[in-house]
């Protein structure tokens, strides 16, 4: 995992909890929301990390099948490398664009909370307090929403290439005289690990859509 990844994802955990130590009572379906979002990000670190070590092994496996002597190969691995690149970059300016808007909303967000405690004694006062708080909680979730729904868009956007530098690169593992037996073996499973990878990052992130939604709308009904 990237330290710029790394970065951003440690950061909305700490966002989650913190907010989630710094609030005010909630009913027990927001809580629930809450600790299912937080369930959501470990699984989406875990499967990264499983989903990477996976295929740094296969990439070892292959250093070790003497792929340069496929000659019509390397050409389409740089590709392929030369796209994930690219799609890596656009997904970090996603994620940075969803921390900054976060950390905004958070910053609105500990104002809020200040002015409770000033606010503490005067009923009146602190139920339109609380109203903001609540509010400006759900414009935080709708901004992370945002922000999920730009990385799914980017990936999706670059899923038909990637899978066709991947077909590109199988069918010339296939034909290349020099190619041995087991390069074939080796590029089929490095192939078929890196388009599950995609496949499972994305279900992942739609996952976390849908759960961040239930807690947008679960919140909008705690006001009543």
Known sequence: MSAQKLFVETLETRRLLSASLASSVFNSTVKLDRLQIQADLVKFRSDAVSADVTLLSDRIALRGDDVAAATTVLPLIAKLHADVKTMRIQLLSDRLAEASNALRDESVIVGDLRQILIDRGNATALAADHTKLTNDRITLQNDLIAGLN?????RQSFY????ADGQAIGAAVQTDPNASAKLKTDAAKWL?????KLNTMLA???????DRTKLVNDLTASQA
């Open 204 to 210: 992942d992130l739609n996952k976390l859509v849908a």
């Open 160 to 163: 038909n290439t990637l899978f």
């Open 192 to 196: 078929a690990d890196g388009g599950a």
């Open 150 to 154: 730009s990385r799914i868009a980017t």
